[in-house]
Structures are given as C-alpha cells and as structure tokens.
C-alpha cells in the first residue's frame, strides 16, 4: 500500500521521452533493458533521456555504465534517494519503465502511477495484478526492447490513449492507499 497523499499527480510535457528508471541495480530488475531502451529510442527522438536511481545492489550497475558508454546514450544516475527526493525528482521526467524479469507488486511503479505516470513495465510476476494492458499501464514481454520502445513511441504519439492510462493508473493507486487497504483488510479478518 501506499499513502496517496504523498503522491500529487502531475501534469507532464511529451515532446520527448523522458524515461524515469526506479529499483535498486540488481541482475533481477534487468537495468540493462532500460539503456538498450534508451538507445532505440534515440533514433527516433535524439533527445530522449534516462535517468536511473536506486543503490547498486549486486555489482549490476558497472554492467549498466558500460553499456551506455558502449551504445554512446547519455544516463544519469542518482544513486539511492529518499522517497521525497525522487518524487521530486520525477517532475523531470514523463514516462515510467520498469524492466524486471521477477517481481511481486513493486512499490516503486504503485507511486509511478500515483504521480501520473503512463508506465511500461513487463510482463511478470504479479505485475499483472498490478497493470491491465492498455489500461493503466502498458504491458511487454520480458528481455523485449523493441517491444517496451514500442510503447513508448505508442503513449508518445497517442496523448489520448496515454491520458486514459495515467487517468485509469492514478484511480488504481488511489485504491492502494493504506486507508483503502486497512478497510478491506478489516473485512477480510471480521
């Protein structure tokens, strides 16, 4: 759960993709995808940016450094932040991926989609409970760049299509709120 209050939606400027990375730097979260990501999307939008934050947690972001200096993209990385600072931070940036080959329900894409962030995430895990494909959020194969980039350049040129997403993903969020989830869970235990 999370407390929505924390999360003010906000409104975003598409004229580029401005991809916002969130996790801790783990072969398991695959931050790979993210760079190889970045850089097909460069072809079409030379301007397009990834900003990546969370710790390195298993020597991955070595890996995700090289890659990038590799494929000539520029990342920015912020290292581990608090909540309020990456939330601040997520003003600068319009659309939220998460690469993960293994996952639960990630706390970090449940903020995205408070903040009114379209997100592209893949397929697995419970992310499927999370996300309803084109519905508040985008779905993708694991390990797919093309198809994650292919969604984005989808939500960049269709705003009516992106605002129903980040318009149907803050109505979930605000279904995850601790208030919410403390009545159900009250109902459940009665």
Not at 60 to 77: I, T
Request: overall charge neutral; some cysteine; glycine content about 4%.
């Amino acid at each position: 759960s999370i407390d929505i209050a924390q999360y003010p939606p906000l409104k975003k400027v598409y004229d580029s993709p401005k991809l916002l990375w969130v996790r801790s730097f783990a072969q398991l979260y695959n931050p790979t995808l993210a760079v190889k990501v970045l850089a097909l999307l460069r072809e079409i939008y030379p301007n397009a940016t990834l900003c990546m934050v969370g710790p390195d947690s298993d020597g991955s972001l070595a890996a995700v450094k090289a890659l990038a200096k590799e494929l000539d993209v520029p990342v920015s990385y912020t290292g581990k932040l608090t909540k309020a600072q990456w939330i601040s931070l997520s003003k600068d940036y319009n659309i939220f991926i998460n690469t993960t080959n293994f996952d639960n329900m990630p706390v970090s894409v449940m903020e995205a989609m408070a903040l009114g962030f379209p997100v592209v995430s893949t397929n697995v895990g419970g992310l499927p409970f999370l996300i309803e494909d084109n519905h508040n959020g985008v779905l993708v194969a694991p390990n797919d760049e093309q198809q994650m980039t292919q969604a984005i350049i989808r939500l960049m040129q269709d705003p009516a299509a992106r605002d129903t997403i980040i318009d149907n993903a803050r109505r979930t969020a605000e279904q995850l709120d601790w208030g919410q989830v403390k009545t159900r869970w009250k109902k459940v235990l009665s």
